[in-house]
């Protein structure tokens, strides 16, 4: 869990571009989980493979902005 190994300096920006109206349950959950609801709305979170497990479910709702390292 908090072994070290998550790449701790390492974050990533996300922006909502679509819409999650008409989209199903599980999609608008996964946006409210990344802090998106909202259209244009970015958010800055870690870069762990749980968090690019959740884009990848949304990635035609969501683009990356930017990464740091």
Do not use: F, W, Y
Request: no cysteine.
């Amino acid at each position: 869990m908090a072994d070290g190994k998550s790449g701790a300096g390492k974050t990533i920006t996300v922006e909502q571009i679509a819409s999650a109206s008409r989209r199903p349950e599980i999609q608008r959950q996964t946006l409210i989980g990344l802090g998106l609801n909202k259209m244009r709305r970015r958010r800055t979170l870690q870069d762990s493979p749980e968090v690019r497990g959740m884009i990848h479910k949304i990635r035609h709702l969501v683009k990356i902005v930017e990464e740091t390292k």
